[in-house]
Antibody
Framework: EVQLVESGGGLIQPGGSLRLTCAAS????????MAWVRQAPGKGLEWVAV???????YSSDSVKGRFTISRDNGRNTLDLQMNSLRAEDTAVYYC??????????????WGQGTMLTVSS | DIQMTQSPSSLSASVGDRVTITCRAS??????INWYQQKPGKAPKLLVS???RLENGVPSRFSGSGSGTDFTLTISSLQPEDFATYYC?????????FGQGTRLDIK
């Protein structure tokens, strides 16, 4: 059974940095297509960044140059390094996985989310 | 980026009703659209992948259709557990985008 557990959220001041981690079990991160998706309070879902099986990464314009998605094959985790944080980055951050491994399929595995609040 | 426009943004319906949610893509995405259900405080749940492929365990009252730019998610007979927010998502582009969501409330 696939399980995704996010951690690392919290309260941070604008301009600060934080690293989110998604611990995966029941799947091998290094052979997976995975993403970070966020949801601001009371708002819809917003894609943040994605990593392909071959290691290629892409991120949305709203976080490009500030957020970096990566994976730690040894720990079997998906990470999101977030720098230069802004108030508008406040959201629940989910990690998501496609069990077929095919990037055109939907995300059928999700973590429970971790809340990030950016405020002074 | 490909824009996904969902309609309506909210909908009130009764148990037993048939409801249809529409998603329009700003350019052709083939059949690379997925539909999710989200309940308050919970992670999204994948219902339909590839426009019409129902995920394992999803009740058959849910169905998806469409291709190109226009897509629909239909619930044939609403059940109490179906009241939630629904999102479409295109997986055609490497730059993933979601619709803004459709909130389905009890009338």
């Amino acid at each position: 059974e696939v399980q995704l557990v996010e951690s690392g959220g919290g309260l941070i001041q604008p301009g600060g940095s934080l690293r989110l981690t998604c611990a995966a079990s029941g799947l091998t991160v290094s052979r997976s297509y995975m993403a970070w998706v966020r949801q601001a309070p009371g708002k819809g879902l917003e894609w943040v960044a994605v990593i392909y099986k071959d290691g290629d990464t892409y991120s949305s314009d709203s976080v490009k140059g500030r957020f970096t998605i990566s994976r730690d094959n040894g720990r079997n985790t998906l990470d999101l390094q977030m720098n230069s944080l802004r108030a508008e980055d406040t959201a629940v951050y989910y990690c998501a996985h496609v069990s077929t491994g095919w990037s055109n399929d939907g995300f059928d595995n999700w973590g429970q989310g971790t809340m990030l609040t950016v405020s002074s | 980026d490909i824009q996904m426009t969902q309609s309506p943004s909210s909908l009130s319906a009764s148990v037993g009703d048939r409801v249809t949610i529409t998603c329009r893509a700003s350019e052709s995405i083939g059949r690379y659209i997925n539909w999710y259900q989200q309940k308050p405080g919970k992670a999204p749940k994948l219902l339909v992948s590839g426009a019409s492929r129902l995920e394992n365990g999803v009740p058959s009252r849910f169905s998806g259709s469409g291709s190109g730019t226009d897509f629909t998610l239909t619930i044939s007979s609403l059940q109490p557990e179906d009241f939630a927010t629904y999102y479409c998502q295109q997986s055609y582009s490497i730059f993933i985008t979601f619709g803004q969501g459709t909130r389905l409330d009890i009338k």
